[in-house]
């Protein structure tokens, strides 16, 4: 963070406009106001322009929606039009979608922009409100707009919007912090690639398109436009010269994606034929889906161990898709043979900066990469090409059946496939021949595998598991893995348990009794329409734990319907200062025994007998099942 940033917020009703700023450093805080009493008609202006020109001239301004929203409403109010026009104008960018372009027309007005600006909605991943991440950073206070956006404000409501409004910005502040990261690497990136523009509010894809894009134009000598996009087209698949399979069942499996047509819908998106799908891909004793976002095997409810005669190894394609592209030709048709030029060069960068360990440029580098593969099934971008980029998955989804089927007719067993990587438990005499299988691989396709060691592989399914290493730590995948801006608290501490039993034997009661981060026990919950528990509502991004005594469930509004997972809930949108007494540690520790279920570390429990049978009527009195506030049968003990 830099001492001369400000966040920025601003509300907008229609008799009221509210715009403030904190510095980030300091912690001033500074409230613009346009207002109209609708009970006397007074009007209250605080809206200096020559103020709120100084702020945009002076600091870094940071905010969230910023660019899209904040900021063409603001330069309307610089320029004197009312809150009833600025609240005309919120409304098109929200409720009707419009480009702040289309208002600007509509209005006759220009966005006045700040000459230094962070607008953290690109720079985060994913696509969720500011509320949302604010229960992901753990920020002390989670508050939704308090009042209605459709309300006329009294004065009485002015001050509780101040609150809101500043509370926004606290949240901001942690976002900027969350994203010091990402933040610094756009700064070095402006180094780097100095093009003439700001990196600090754009995605990962935007900067390696711009980068790309600005250098394949000065080799061209004109400008690169996105392509014109015609729906319902349909093409076929080109396959990668090394692709050739030698069992019956693959040859099949290549025969079926090499005959089959694929076309593009009306939003631009591939619709994957009906014959692929609904392909049987059994090897081994795994199945195996195609689909566009990989290939994926289908294990679940399992756990392996290696030992003194078997060992787990996994390994991943380096940079699979953008090696692809490189080495199958495959680049949007927008550049004219110039993308392959620009980004083979730096893919090459970044696989020698690995190779050299220097791991600041390589990171720089893989978000190019890693970047413009997934520009290119975007309608936007220039990148924009839906053929090459079914071309490179599909390569890299047969290219891993041909690596699995490498391994398996030698006599080694594949126990997961996912994506861009390959797991395979075999016996420790078979070592020589895997790294061979590895190095005729790499040679015939152009890849580099990564491969690492596993002590045990625990799977709920292929996307969500544990895997302990040789030296103790864990890989966690799915809803194992720890939250973060990307991913909303789930009651983590659950995993930490299971992972702590995992790699030391601790027993999962001990690390959930003795944990006293509290952070570790929350929930956040998305709630479309907002949620309420009784009569009091939380808001449409829900943070809460589970408290012993608590009955009830969190509803939504709209419907009064039950929020998943909600029963004894206890909402907690303010963070306490200290642990709270009324944890209820044997929810947690049920939830933990579930994971342990999942991953296959327990057995299955069996299904309840008939409700009403004999056999249920006695367990019901021995209390070996009990109901719970829903109305449902389960088991006590899992």
Known sequence: MLKDQVVMDSEVYVNLLMLAFKHVTTGKTKVFEIYHDPDTGETLDTFDYDQVKEVFDTFEVVGFNTIKFDNPLIAMALAGRTTEEIKRAAD????????????????????????????LIEVKVGDCSLKTLGGRMHSKRMQDLPIPPEA??????????????????????????????????????????????S?????????????????????LGRRIYKPKLTSNFSFGYEPASWLKFQTPLLQNVFDVVK??????????????PKEILDLDIKIGDLGYTLAVGGLHSTEAHRTLYADDEYIIRDADIGSMYPVCMVVCGIEPQSYQGQFLEV??????????????????????????????????????????????????????????????????????????????????????????????????????????????????????????????????????????????????????????AVAEFLSKGTPVEDTIRSHTDFRDFVVVRNVTGGAVKGDTYLGKAVRWYYAKGETGIIQYKKNQNKVPLSLGAKPCMTLPDEFPDDVDHDKYLKMTKKILVDIGMLPQPPKLPRKNSKEFKQLLAEGKIEENEEGKYEWVEV
């Open 152 to 197: 006329t404000i009294t004065r009485q409501q002015l001050d509780e919007l101040r609150l809101y409004c500043v509370n926004d910005l606290d949240t901001t502040i942690d976002l900027l912090k969350a994203l010091d990261g990402p933040l610094k690497m756009r700064r070095d990136m402006m180094e780097a690639y100095p093009i003439g523009i």
């Open 343 to 496: 980004f083979g060069d730096i893919l090459k960068q970044r696989l020698q900066a690995k190779k050299d360990k220097n791991k600041v440029l390589a990171d720089k580098l893989k978000l190019l990469c890693n970047s413009s593969y997934g520009r290119t099934g975007s309608k936007y971008s220039t990148f924009y090409d839906a053929e090459g980029m079914l071309r490179v998955t599909l390569t890299g989804q047969l290219t891993l059946l041909q690596l699995i089927e490498m391994f398996e007719l030698c006599g080694i067993p594949v126990i997961s496939a996912n994506t861009d990587g390959v797991t395979c438990r075999f016996h420790r005499s078979k070592i020589a021949l895997y790294d061979n299988i590895i190095k005729k691989f790499e040679n015939l396709t152009g890849f580099e595998m990564e491969v690492v060691e596993y002590k045990s592989i625990h799977n709920a399914s292929v996307n969500s598991y544990f895997a302990v290493k040789p030296d103790g730590s864990i890989k966690q995948k799915g809803p194992y893995s720890a939250p973060g801006l990307q991913k909303n608290p789930n009651g983590y501490i659950c995993s930490i």
């Open 199 to 219: 990196f600090m509010s754009l995605s990962e894809g935007q900067i390696a398109e711009a980068t790309i894009k600005h250098t394949a134009e000065k080799n």
């Open 259 to 272: 005959n089959a047509t694929f076309e593009v819908d009306e939003k631009s998106k591939i619709v994957i």
């Open 92 to 119: 098109m960018i929200i409720v009707q979608g419009k480009w702040v372009s289309d208002v600007e027309k509509a209005f006759n007005f220009k966005t006045l922009k700040p000459k230094r600006e962070i607008d």
